[in-house]
């Protein structure tokens, strides 16, 4: 093999560098056709951004400790399942907005947060409400009929009830107990005598008595706050209403319109190359 000799090209090499040439060749030929599809596409995407209903989005964040990841995803699915169905009667009753406002809401969904808890016997977590809705003017309305709606779940209120009933007994006793130790200091301070039922002498330190009578104090107060916060779902930031909606947007309506215009043009080219390759190879079988 001498050093003149050029070295063999791969014909796949040469398939694809003929088959370049001639996609570059096509677009050449048909860019005018391209031009007219990118510009009607911009044109189609600017009168959907015109034409198409505004979408507004809001969140609202609530705090609950009995409230359920589990029960949310539910509550999530049960109202999506609703709206995908246009029952506007049935959405409008669990979410205390007229059938007409019903039919502005487009999508609900509620997300859950862990949150660390002091108290280990008990687990809040923060739940994040998304709407997206073509009426904001209802978001004030549609908090409130949420947030009811979640409060008046059977399970939701059994567990509350469970809450009063304990919180008010042990408020109860408590108070049995501080009166109970309140006559007891009263009677060492006046200096009489404290007798156990044998009848024999009890002694008595009154610093214990002081701390314990603190320390109750303390707890009954504890309990108290607890009971005012019983309710099972707290409301930590409501919706805002902006008058900025989320959708349609100018830029994605213009790509998308874009995008679209030159698929269909580069559609009917493809369309146009393979009708005249098979013309072709019909004429060859022919003449052989």
């Excluded at 001639?22 to 951004?49: E, P």
């Excluded at 947060?113 to 004030?140: A, C, G, R």
């Excluded at 902006?242 to 030159?262: E, N, R």
């Amino acid at each position: 093999m001498t050093e003149n000799q050029r070295q063999p090209i791969n014909s796949d090499e040469i398939d694809l560098v003929e088959l370049l040439a001639k996609i570059v060749v096509v677009i050449k030929n048909n860019t005018r056709s391209l031009v007219i599809g990118f510009i009607v596409g911009c044109v189609l995407g600017l009168a959907y951004f015109q034409l198409a209903p505004a979408i507004y989005e809001s969140k609202m964040i609530l705090l609950s400790d009995i409230l359920t990841e589990s029960y949310s995803e539910r509550i999530t699915e049960s109202l999506d399942n609703l709206i995908k169905e246009n029952n506007t009667k049935v959405l409008s009753e669990r979410l205390g907005v007229s059938a007409e406002e019903a039919k502005s809401i487009s999508e609900i969904k509620i997300e859950s947060v862990k949150q660390e808890s002091k108290d280990e016997k008990t687990e809040s977590s923060i739940f994040i409400i998304t709407v997206k809705i073509k009426e904001n003017t209802i978001l004030p309305k549609l908090e409130k009929g949420i947030i009811e709606y979640l409060r008046n779940n059977e399970f939701v209120k059994i567990r509350v009830n469970q809450r009063l009933t304990y919180y008010n007994t042990m408020i109860d006793k408590i108070g049995l107990e501080i009166n109970s130790l309140d006559s007891l200091k009263k009677r060492l301070f006046l200096g009489q005598p404290i007798y156990s039922k044998s009848s024999e002498m009890m002694l008595v330190d009154p610093t214990n008595i002081y701390s314990k009578i603190i320390e109750l104090n303390r707890e009954q107060i504890n309990l108290k706050n607890s009971l005012e916060l019983v309710n099972s779902i707290q409301l930590v930031e409501g919706f805002t209403v902006f008058d900025k909606p989320v959708s349609p947007k100018l830029s994605i309506s213009l790509a998308s319109g874009a995008t679209f215009g030159l698929f269909v043009v580069l559609f009917i080219i493809a369309f146009k190359s393979l009708r005249k390759i098979i013309s072709l190879s019909e004429e060859k079988l022919a003449k052989s």
